[in-house]
């Protein structure tokens, strides 16, 4: 028996990178598919893709910036296309994805089960961080509506693991 002690740093472990054309092609892909799709089937107004581009980046990534960059832009173009204050979404995915891209180091984010709970976790910490922003900063404040959110939680984690295994096919190494 050797008796070494394996240790694992952070920069060992798996860091992805992705092409500037995959960069910036998902998440407009994600935002057209955002806007455009709940106008012809209503029912799809439940999945948060932007979220969810943001949360797969950022966990695949695996550095804070990138995540909370990702996050910020994505959060910023959909508040463009909505009639909410500009920055609601922004700042919400800029802190999930932060999150995310910090989880990312001390989880599993391969396995579909942990997918699942992530993403999870994250729609419904996202719908509360908007929330307290849209009441705390805005003043506007919609009620909360436990039954959507949770709704919300559980269809956009069972998405998550269909998509980000799709996604996983644009991942490079770094």
């Known amino acids: 028996m050797n008796g070494t002690l394996v240790s694992t740093s952070r920069e060992e472990i798996e860091v992805h990178r992705f092409s500037p054309v995959v960069s910036i092609l998902i998440p407009l892909a994600a935002m057209f598919l955002q806007i455009w799709l709940p106008r012809k089937i209503r029912f799809v ?100 509506a436990w039954g959507h959110t949770l709704l919300g939680a559980f269809a956009n984690g069972l998405l998550a693991v269909v998509l980000f295994a799709g996604l996983d096919r644009f991942k490079g190494r770094r």
């Open 45 to 144: 107004g439940i999945f948060d893709l932007p979220l969810l581009v943001t949360i797969f980046f950022a966990v695949a990534r695996r550095r804070q910036v990138p995540g909370m960059l990702t996050g910020a832009l994505m959060g910023t173009l959909q508040d463009a296309f909505t009639s909410h204050p500009i920055g609601l979404f922004g700042i919400s995915k800029t802190i999930i994805g932060f999150l995310a891209s910090s989880i990312g180091v001390k989880l599993d984010v391969e396995n579909p089960g942990s997918r699942f709970l992530m993403t999870f976790g994250f729609y419904f910490l996202h719908q509360f961080i908007y929330l307290l922003i849209d009441r705390g900063l805005v003043g506007v404040g919609e009620p909360w």
